[in-house]
Each structure stands twice: as C-alpha cells, then as structure tokens.
C-alpha cells in the first residue's frame, strides 16, 4: 500500500485510503486501545503503589478483614474506570479524570494504613450513609469517626464534609 502511494497517487488510491480511514473512524478502535492502555495503567499503578507497599501498616501486619476492605474499594474504582461512559475516550477531559480515581485510591490506601476499626466496615458505612439523610455513628474511642471517616467520604466523592463531636447525643433511644 506504502509503495502503491508513492508510485501510483491517483483518484483510486485516494479512495481507498479514504475507505480504510473511515472503517478505522467506525470501529472506534483507537478509543477502545486507549481505553485499555488506562486500565492498564490504573492497574500499574494499584501494582506499584499499593500492592508492593501493602505490609506496612502503622500497626504491624494488616488483618485480613482490612485487606479485604480495601481490596474492595479497588476493585470498585477499577469497575468505574472501565465501565462508566465518563471515562471512556481519548481526549484531555477523560485522561483528567482519571486524577480523582487515583486520589481516591491513595485515600482508601491511607486510611488502610491507620488500621483503624471502621475500615474493616467502610463499605457497610458508607452504603448507610449514601442511603439516610441523616446517620450516627456511635462507637469506641479511636476506632476512626474522626479521623478515618472524614477521609472515606471525601474519597466516595462528598465535597463538603462537616464532623462534630458532640459529648452527648441530643436525643435518647
């Protein structure tokens, strides 16, 4: 095809060039690779910064119920980079996004570290929060309301996240 350009540039070889063009256009096959290499790369990224480092935990080895969690949360991300419409494509916009996803990742990943006690039910909490308008959360001292459940909503995607921490409930059950 190459020498055929160079040898012969006429009215037929244009339209060919145009057809062969236009059935790369149809089946969209640059978006699709490009859309593999991403995953790909989150999955590199998860690889390097997160897996590799995984063993060292504030607290000496994490426990499994916590590796699970956080496994999850990954899995999760992973699920929306290579379904969600959003981030399907190949312009600037879509390869931006792509920042929030592995902001989250370290999030999730820093919170995984605290060992905190809330870790090992984040997801459970955090389905609970996105399904009430209002919860409480009522639990030990030092098991992460504070510090840990701030960090897991910003990385579910909540812009605006207030904590108090109120000596006493205003109301009774």
């Known amino acids: 095809m190459i020498n055929d350009?160079?040898?012969?540039?006429?009215?037929?070889?244009?339209?060919?060039?145009?057809?062969?063009?236009?059935?790369?256009l149809e089946q969209?096959?640059?978006?699709?690779?490009?859309?593999?290499?991403?995953?790909?790369?989150?999955?590199?990224?998860?690889?390097?910064?997160i897996l590799h480092q995984q063993n060292s935990t504030k607290g000496g080895a994490p426990n499994k119920t916590s590796v699970s969690m956080l496994n999850q949360h990954i899995d999760r991300i992973r699920k929306l980079l290579?379904?969600?419409?959003?981030?399907?494509?190949?312009?600037?916009?879509?390869?931006?996004?792509?920042?929030?996803?592995?902001?989250?990742?370290?999030?999730?990943?820093?919170?995984?570290?605290?060992?905190?006690?809330?870790?090992?039910?984040?997801?459970?909490?955090?389905k609970q929060i996105e399904n009430n308008t209002v919860t409480t959360i009522?639990?030990?001292?030092?098991?992460?309301?504070s510090t840990l459940l701030p960090a897991l909503l910003i990385a579910e995607g909540y812009d605006k996240v207030i904590v108090t921490q109120p000596r006493r409930l205003p109301c009774s059950s």
């Open 5 to 24: 350009s160079i040898e012969n540039s006429s009215i037929k070889f244009r339209q060919e060039i145009g057809k062969l063009t236009n059935s790369y």
């Open 28 to 49: 969209d096959t640059f978006s699709h690779d490009t859309n593999l290499l991403k995953v790909t790369a989150l999955n590199a990224f998860i690889r390097d910064h």
């Open 82 to 126: 290579s379904t969600k419409d959003v981030y399907q494509g190949c312009t600037l916009e879509h390869f931006q996004m792509i920042v929030s996803l592995l902001q989250s990742i370290m999030i999730y990943y820093n919170c995984f570290l605290l060992q905190l006690p809330l870790f090992n039910v984040s997801i459970d909490l955090l």
């Open 138 to 145: 009522e639990t030990a001292t030092g098991s992460g309301k």
